[in-house]
């Protein structure tokens, strides 16, 4: 798994983009991106598990590249760009074709779920759930 794309990686390479810890309020954001200007921040909140803060730096990361949903935006907009880059996260973290390879190889071992692509690809059961997902997509 060497050769996987590091969200954490990928930070050191980007002076431009600071990182910060923070305490959360309970509910659904663990993380959050804000860019004003050439500064961007990338909150994470501390609680999050190693595997989380993965999928959480990786989510802000795409956000970062995309760029800003416009403010004001209907929240169908807002939806259907976050399942975009949760879909950009997921390959990213467990590339498609390197996802194929692993299933093939454990395929006469039996099934492979969801708790197997977290544990062989070191990402949360969310994100090996969208990746697993995705390969199973016509296409």
Known sequence: MGGLW????????????????????????????????A????????????AERQAALTHELVHIERGPIPRGAPAWIVAKEERQVDDIAARRLVPPVELRRFVEARTSVGPVSALDVAEQFEVSLPVARRACDEIRRPG
Request: aromatic share 6%; glycine share 4%.
């Open 39 to 50: 500064s961007k921040l990338v909150l994470l909140d501390r609680q999050l598990l190693w």
């Open 6 to 37: 590091r969200p954490w990686r990928e930070l050191r390479q980007r002076p431009d983009i600071s990182l910060q810890l923070v305490d959360f309020p309970p509910g659904p954001v663990h993380a959050l991106s804000i860019v004003r200007g």
